[in-house]
């Protein structure tokens, strides 16, 4: 694939992946920022294909614009919240704040990105991205990471339940 | 590969999580409802977590994610020592309230094991789990009682700004990934660019955020206040530790590695981090009569003086002395701010709903006339209110003396003279609680006897801080002793 044709295809997947992201801070009802969330998931899924992380995007689908967003749904749909319990959206003097100072982060982010130049990627093994490579990685490489990934995943368990609890 | 050593360098984190799952099972094959035995399992395993820190073999771990060396062991002392004086404390506040669970502890257990992570590790990835199981076990400690609006509150507001900071950690670990390739703290040797530096920038965010330092303060009081008093306690002692000791590690890293003019750059940032932070601190401190938001003010403003000593690290001709100084003062606070809690947690009303119109549960009006009614109790606040206040002769002055020591050596002669006005000034509102224990009449009902833990872990924490106070060496040998390898 020619590079030409590559930067036309990450073009068609990040217009659309900005778009999404952005519709999930301005949707005012939660059902359609969750959707767009799913959308935003998807061309974002693409990307990773485009940087041949085949693995990275197919959990992406599954985990992330499957399961995870499936809970979101449910979650958002079982609170049931009406229009007068979201209130009207007010833009504050703090909020204007927010703005600016968000502003001020993409100008930052920005002007390093230029600063710092083009730069050519790595080229990678053939076997880049794949089950096997990701595999061997996480099991070496990143086995302390990996491992105590488990532990922040009990931690988060046993907290969720301990706060849903009536009454101790 | 993981080799024998690398899982003998981790036992203390895995003596840790062990601890945390038997907790949990405890509550399964509970019998009968005495749950006595829970707090002492949690201090076993807190003392087999510190005492496994001397054999572990001082290297680097794994990957190169995480180091074993004297400074983590440092900061594992710091927060078993403050594990296992917040569960004795845990064991007679949540008894009296019939609230006492496995559960509880186990959170402790984890989130102690996550700060336990975070001093050893040399990798932001690595940090940002350890950050994350650190402060999701914080965030349910604070929301553990269901009474009343204050608890979830608190962990609401803790979880929300907590999640950004992290996330802005993230986002800052991204530009760092991007500048170097790596996410390893030694992979900045050799980088440079704005890249590098706006990613750095915003994982200091993230961290100033963890560690309660000024702009990112304003969720402290609320938390600290909110939340139950034993679990503000281990928050004060154990994720300022272990913040700042990846905090140290970082900056230390950065001045190592960069080739950009980092130090001046840096010391602006941290100094100017520092003088906010002491003086926004101390300045709100001052006003509060309720002792529990003095008590979280107070921290801002410890957080002020211990990045002092980080900044007095960063540069070359000071950099034994501050990274010393710092585990000195992170061990002074940690034990001094739990005995303080201690002593407030005997003092809180205790009604069932603590938050109804009870402004007042922590009102300085509640220790009038204390000393003669309990003068014990009395004395040890008065040693802790000194120590925090940096008077001598008591931990919190060897603390802040070998900060400002090692400022010193660093030639930033601004923060010393701005790190000792700001504690005369907090010497006001310290010396406040111990007037009127002592020279104002008692208007309040007679206080509740202290349940015997809590007596000891007030008895043990006084005692710490006095002996420290009077024959420093010990300790301050051990923190020039515990060196940091990068």
């Not at chain 1, 979201?86 to 390093?112: I, P, R």
């Not at chain 2, 949990?24 to 820190?53: K, N, P």
């Not at chain 2, 309660?212 to 281990?234: C, K, L, N, S």
């Not at chain 2, 272990?242 to 010391?267: D, K, S, Y």
Request: charged residues 10%.
């Amino acid at each position: 694939m020619g590079a030409s044709a590559e930067t036309v295809l990450f073009w068609i997947f990040a217009v659309p992946l900005i778009a999404s992201a952005a519709g999930v801070v301005a949707a005012r009802n939660p059902v359609h920022a969750a959707m767009s969330l799913v959308s935003a998931f998807f061309w974002l899924a693409g990307i990773y294909v485009l940087l041949t992380a085949h693995l990275l995007a197919f959990v992406q689908v599954i985990v992330y614009a499957g399961a995870i967003m499936v809970l979101f749904l449910f979650v958002v749909m079982l609170l049931s919240l009406t229009d007068a319990e979201l209130g009207l959206e007010k833009l504050s003097a703090l909020k204007w704040v927010g703005v600016v100072g968000a502003a001020g982060m993409l100008v930052l982010v920005v002007s390093a990105l230029a600063q710092s130049g083009p730069r050519a990627m790595r080229a990678v093994g053939a076997d880049f991205g794949t089950v096997r490579a990701v595999g061997r990685i996480l099991f070496t490489q990143y086995l302390l990471p990996f491992e105590a990934t488990s532990v922040l995943l009990l931690v988060a368990i046993v907290g969720a339940v301990v706060v849903a609890k009536e009454k101790i | 590969m993981p080799s024998g050593q690398d899982i003998a360098a981790l036992l203390p984190f895995l003596l840790l999580v062990l601890g945390a799952l038997v907790l949990m099972l405890s509550e399964v094959f509970l019998r009968s409802g005495g749950r006595g035995y829970q707090s002492g399992l949690t201090i076993a395993f807190a003392a087999a977590a510190a005492l496994a820190v001397p054999f572990a073999p001082q290297q680097v771990l794994f990957g190169g994610q995480a180091v074993s060396d004297g400074f983590a062991g440092f900061v594992t002392m710091v927060v078993c020592a403050g594990l296992a004086l917040s569960a004795l404390l845990g064991r007679g506040w949540l008894e009296t309230r019939n609230m006492e669970r496995g559960e509880y502890y186990a959170l402790a257990l984890f989130g102690a094991s996550g700060m336990v992570l975070l001093g050893m590790a040399t990798d932001l990835l690595l940090a940002f789990i350890a950050i994350e199981v650190m402060s999701l076990a914080v965030y349910s400690l604070a929301a553990y009682p269901r009474r009343g609006q204050r608890p979830p509150e608190a962990a609401f507001k803790y979880f929300i700004l907590g999640s950004f900071a992290s996330a802005i950690l993230l986002y800052g670990s991204a530009l760092y990934y991007g500048a170097t390739g790596s996410t390893l703290l030694s992979a900045m040797r050799g980088g440079g660019g704005a890249l590098l530096a706006a990613g750095l920038s915003l994982i200091l965010v993230g961290l100033a955020f963890k560690v309660a330092a000024v702009p990112f303060h304003a969720w402290t009081p609320d938390v600290y206040e909110g939340a139950p008093t034993p679990a503000t306690a281990f928050m004060a002692a154990g994720v300022k530790a272990a913040a700042f000791a990846f905090l140290t590690r970082g900056v230390l890293a950065m001045v190592a590695g960069t080739p950009f003019a980092v130090g001046n750059e840096l010391g602006g940032v941290l100094g100017l981090l520092a003088v906010l932070t002491m003086v926004v601190g101390n300045l709100f401190a001052l006003p509060q009569r309720n002792v529990k938001r003095m008590l979280a003010y107070s921290s801002i403003a410890q957080a002020g003086y211990l990045l002092v000593g980080v900044i007095a690290a960063s540069r070359p001709e000071s950099r034994a002395q501050g990274t010393s100084a710092v585990l000195v003062y992170l061990a002074a606070y940690a034990v001094t701010v739990i005995g303080a809690f201690s002593v407030l947690a005997v003092m809180e009303k205790r009604e069932p709903t603590p938050d109804a119109g009870s402004a007042d549960a922590w009102d300085v009006s509640r220790f009038a006339g204390l000393a003669s009614r309990r003068p014990w109790l009395a004395f040890a606040m008065a040693i802790f209110m000194l120590s925090l206040a940096g008077v001598p002769p008591t931990a919190g002055f060897v603390a802040k003396l070998s900060v400002f020591q090692a400022a010193a050596g660093a030639k930033a002669w601004g923060l010393v003279v701005v790190g000792v006005l700001t504690s005369i000034m907090g010497v006001y509102y310290y010396l406040r609680v111990v007037v009127a224990m002592y020279m104002q009449p008692a208007e309040m009902e007679e206080p509740a006897a202290a349940p015997p833990t809590v007596a000891i872990a007030i008895a043990v924490a006084a005692l710490l801080v006095v002996v420290v106070g009077f024959s420093p060496e010990p300790l301050t040998a051990w923190a020039r002793a515990a060196l940091l390898r990068m």
